[in-house]
């Protein structure tokens, strides 16, 4: 596993997005354990990948009717019950399904004495039925619901080291508590890294994000979704967390299915998928800092109640409340200082105190 992962891109990317941060330095031995540690608490999912850092799947779908039934349903929802936006609630009750999933007026509606005509777009509509200190917000909800009807691209499941430490960083407009450099959690994507159970699932855009380097061009994925997922310690289940920048079910879906895959795959039986409360996911795993009492290095979406539901990959036949019995995934690891390898304890420093990114010794530096 260790000759697949291309430890100069990651020193790369972790000085770029976390060591030039702090302007400070980045020893290579921190690095090296880092990936060693990686290597042997992932080895199982890396058997489970086939020998594989990533697995990947060209993916083109679109939801069922009931789905994009829920959808919009979930898009009225969000209209703030305000007499201002009064057009706007009357209008996304007054269009079908088909109406909203392609994104076009069928026939003329009258909303009071706006008439919203025939081909017209239903973003359109949004903006004209809008006051204009709305507009923005109502037209960005109605874009990202939109964006759930269909997917088109590439998806991907992943334990390279890279895609740990931009798992929140992108070129997509979106981010969260675990980018690395300004998140509130910016140790997240390296106690993640250093677990057993975490693989970071998203979908890529063609175009990476590029970054330069002490002079040298170096590229990672452009992820335009992300979702976290979990593997118990014997391959026996999975289960998946909060999606970014919005929930998609036909993404989440597909990671669900690319986990039934593998598992059926590596155990030569039938695997099903299942979608669970967050209570439920919590009770199927093991939270790192609360177990261990440590310092909290990571924002728990799970245990934090973030998000309702989440896909849950088990054996055909198995209860889910059987998996509390198995050994279950541990989620976050400690973290230490990149310049002395040191315990850090802020969850917003990737250096320690007494380090603090500045007393560091050249010699020491990437």
Not at 21 to 27: M, R
Not at 263 to 270: R, T, V, W
Not at 288 to 317: K, P, T
Request: hydrophobic share 30%; glycine share 4%; proline share 3%.
């Amino acid at each position: 596993m260790k000759d697949l992962i291309n430890e100069r891109a990651f020193t790369a990317i972790l000085k770029h997005y976390g060591a030039d941060y702090q302007d400070g330095s980045l020893s290579p031995s921190v690095v090296s354990e880092m990936l060693d540690a990686h290597v042997t608490r992932k080895a199982h999912i890396f058997k489970l990948f086939g020998g594989k850092l990533k697995i990947e799947k060209e993916i083109e779908t679109t939801v069922d009717r009931n789905t994009a039934f829920d959808i919009l349903r979930n898009l009225q929802n969000q209209i703030p019950k305000e007499k201002k936006l009064f057009f706007v609630r009357s209008f996304l009750s007054s269009i079908s399904i088909e109406e909203f999933s392609t994104n076009v007026v069928a026939k003329d509606i009258k909303i009071f004495n706006t008439v919203i005509p025939k081909g017209m777009k239903v973003s359109k509509a949004l903006t004209k039925l809008c006051l204009p200190e709305y507009a923005h917000d109502i037209t960005t909800k109605h874009s990202m619901a939109v964006q759930q009807m269909t997917t088109k691209g590439k998806l991907v499941l992943s334990i390279d080291p890279c895609d740990y430490i931009t798992m929140s960083s992108n070129n997509s407009g979106w981010r969260s508590c675990h980018r690395l450099n300004g998140g509130e959690y910016r140790t997240g994507p390296l106690a993640y890294l250093r677990d057993s159970s975490t693989i970071i699932c998203y979908m890529e855009s063609s175009k990476p994000c590029e970054i330069t380097v002490a002079s040298k061009e170096y590229t990672h994925s452009n992820k335009t979704w992300r979702q976290i997922a979990m593997v118990s310690p014997n391959l026996d289940f999975s289960i998946q967390e909060r999606q970014y920048p919005n929930e998609n079910t036909i993404n989440a879906n597909e990671v669900a299915k690319a986990f039934k895959e593998l598992f059926e795959q590596y155990h030569n039986e039938k695997f099903k998928v299942e979608s669970h409360s967050t209570d439920t996911l919590n009770d199927l795993h093991i939270d790192y800092a609360s177990e261990n009492d440590e310092y909290r290095y990571y924002y728990n979406d799970i245990s934090n109640e973030m998000f309702s539901q989440g896909n849950v990959v088990l054996r055909e036949g198995q209860n889910v409340s059987v998996l509390e019995t198995l050994p279950l995934p541990i989620k976050g690891e400690e973290v230490y200082c990149l310049n002395c390898g040191e315990g850090i304890y802020d969850s917003d420093s990737l250096y320690c105190e007494d380090c603090d990114c500045y007393d560091c010794d050249e010699e020491d530096e990437w």
